[in-house]
């Protein structure tokens, strides 16, 4: 055989054999990311019309559950949140959700002390779970802005492989082999987009004494008005929200705190957005509603969702 068709046929197995390892290494993740993936298969490639679209990190996710806001507003409302996402990635999530679907009538945006720190975060908390979704143009450019994607590994998926840390490896194998424990654990749900968050509440309520700041980056606060103008430009109403913590513990371990808030409120009034801020609601003080300082356990989830909900029907009248 020629030397050279030898080498092509090589190179031909090579390519063709990484990428089979590649899509059922993929599959696994997914299988694992099952909240995820069905998440993001609803938000970046779906055309389902909702009338409200929850946006924000975990403290969405796990805070807000459609059932109970639906039954209040008879409106049909999603939850966006996505774990560890700040500023930049909640602008990414409604500009790619844009993409396919109607605009919402409304978008509630929680946005949390950390949200605006663009220098210390990175610019998307999971970046490999978007991978999957290059099809919507924007979470392409996103990812090539962020340089973690290019034109090589764009059309040779298996080159992705090395953006996969033992994290990932290990999340393959639990999808895979079917390991109990996945996203959704057992007993746990997904409704719309919301992920519940045990139905156990704390136990003790001592709280280490750490101080940080959150650097209130100019960056981030140029991310906030692009979403202020999109929702602008399409006719959203537009809500700001502050999620509930238990007994204000994560607000006692940032120094700017009181900086934060001010510069929320200061751009809601600007821009005639209603800020809810449920920060001191009697169940933040409460154990048995939080499965820690900053995530509310199912129950916890349930009553918030109707209290946020009656709130957000004031506006609607």
């Not at 424990?181 to 997904?190: C, D, L, R």
């Not at 980056?217 to 999109?230: A, F, M, P, Q, R």
């Not at 238990?246 to 607000?251: D, E, G, L, R």
Request: hydrophobic content about 40%; some cysteine; charged content about 20%.
């Amino acid at each position: 055989m020629n030397p050279l068709k030898r080498i092509f046929i090589v190179l031909i197995v090579v390519v063709v054999s990484a990428t089979l390892c590649y899509i059922f290494f993929n599959r696994g993740v997914r299988l694992y990311k099952n909240h995820t993936t069905q998440k993001f298969d609803e938000l970046f490639l779906n055309k389902t019309s909702f009338d409200l679209l929850f946006i924000g990190s975990s403290r969405t996710q796990h805070s807000i559950n459609p059932k109970f806001v639906d039954s209040v507003l008879h409106l049909n409302s999603y939850n966006a949140g996505i774990s560890g996402a700040n500023m930049n990635e909640f602008l990414l999530v409604l500009r790619a959700y844009l993409v396919h679907h109607p605009p919402p009538k409304y978008v509630v945006l929680t946005i949390d002390l950390h949200s605006f720190d663009l220098k210390s975060g990175t610019p998307l908390a999971n970046y490999t779970d978007y991978f999957n979704y290059i099809s919507n143009p924007v979470i392409a450019d996103e990812l090539i802005k962020d340089g973690y994607l290019n034109k090589w590994n764009k059309i040779i998926p298996f080159l992705r492989f090395t953006d996969n840390d033992d994290y990932t490896r290990g999340n393959f194998l639990k999808g895979i082999f079917n390991y109990r424990k996945k996203e959704i654990s057992n007993g746990e749900f997904q409704y719309k987009g919301y992920l519940s968050n045990s139905t156990i509440g704390m136990v003790s309520d001592t709280i280490a004494n750490r101080l940080a700041t959150f650097f209130l980056s100019n960056i981030g606060i140029e991310k906030l008005y692009d979403i202020i103008n999109i929702c602008k430009n399409n006719n959203i109403k537009l809500f700001f929200t502050y999620a509930p913590e238990y007994k204000h513990c994560i607000q006692n371990q940032i120094k700017n705190t009181p900086e934060v808030f001010a510069l929320i409120t200061t751009i809601a009034n600007k821009n005639q957005i209603p800020f809810l801020k449920h920060d001191t609601l009697a169940m933040c003080s409460d154990m048995k509603y939080f499965s820690n300082i900053r995530h509310l356990t199912t129950q916890g989830a349930n009553i918030y969702s109707e209290i946020l909900a009656n709130q957000i029907k004031l506006y609607l009248k």
